[in-house]
């Protein structure tokens, strides 16, 4: 059964730390990750693809190990608007996406 | 940049009755999908749409749920006979092609009373 599954959360952090959410899939057939950010009530909106050698995007890094079929994000200098839920998803090929349930993050003045 | 727009943005009907929610895709994208969300709970599949069919749908994605394309343009999803446990947001979302990623709607949420 095709599952990904995600630290539930939530973290609670203080503006400018650091936090990384993980993610593990149970498909090795899975291709493509990607991190999705989702404000509450909002629609999902695309924050990264994650490339097996890691891919940086300003201060965000995400990471992907396909032995051990996890994937990773890392938030640095957190800021208030970071606050949301954090989605890890897969798929392969032209699949239909595969989400979490999510890591929710609160950042804390 | 190009935007998945999605009508109505809530709509309130009457358990039994039949809704239709409507998606116009980002204009050169050729995979359309369904996804719902119900309230604290995960995105889940509905259905994909390429070339004019469906091309893989959920368990979910019963006789009572229709999916067409009837001008090109809208990408429409239809409930038949709605029930309660239809109350959900509902993302309607597209694609280029390959392993492009997935852009998606703002949503219409969905109440049954």
């Known amino acids: 059964r095709k599952e990904v599954e995600q630290d539930p959360g939530p973290f609670n952090v203080p503006e400018g730390a650091t936090v990384a959410f993980n993610c593990t899939y149970s498909?090795?057939?899975?291709?493509?990750f990607f991190w999705y950010r989702q404000d509450c009530r909002k629609e999902p909106k695309l924050l990264m693809s994650?490339?097996?050698s890691g891919n940086e995007d300003g201060r965000f890094t995400a990471q992907l190990n396909r032995a051990s079929q996890y994937i990773s994000l890392l938030i640095r200098d957190s800021k208030l608007s970071d606050s949301a839920t954090y989605l890890c998803?897969?798929?392969?090929?032209?699949?239909?996406?595969?989400f979490g349930k999510g890591t929710r993050l609160s950042v804390i003045a | 940049e190009p935007e998945v727009t999605q009508t109505p943005s809530h709509q309130v009907t009457q358990m039994g009755q039949e809704v239709i929610l409507r998606c116009v895709p980002i204009?050169?994208?050729?995979?359309f999908y369904w996804y719902r969300q119900i309230l604290g709970q995960k995105v889940e599949f509905l259905v994909s749409?390429?070339?004019?069919?469906?091309?893989?749908k959920s368990e979910i994605f019963d006789d009572q749920f229709s999916v067409e394309r009837p001008d090109g343009s809208n990408f429409t999803l239809k409930i038949r006979s709605t029930k309660l446990e239809d109350s959900a947001m509902y993302f309607c979302?597209?694609?280029?092609?390959?392993?492009?990623?997935?852009?998606f709607g703002d949503g219409t949420r969905l109440s049954i009373l």
């Open positions: 498909n090795s057939a899975s291709q493509s």
């Open positions: 979302a597209t694609r280029w092609e390959g392993n492009q990623p997935q852009h």
């Open positions: 749409f390429y070339n004019n069919e469906i091309s893989e």
């Open positions: 998803v897969w798929n392969s090929g032209n699949t239909p996406l595969v």
């Open positions: 204009s050169n994208h050729l995979y």
């Open positions: 994650v490339y097996s």
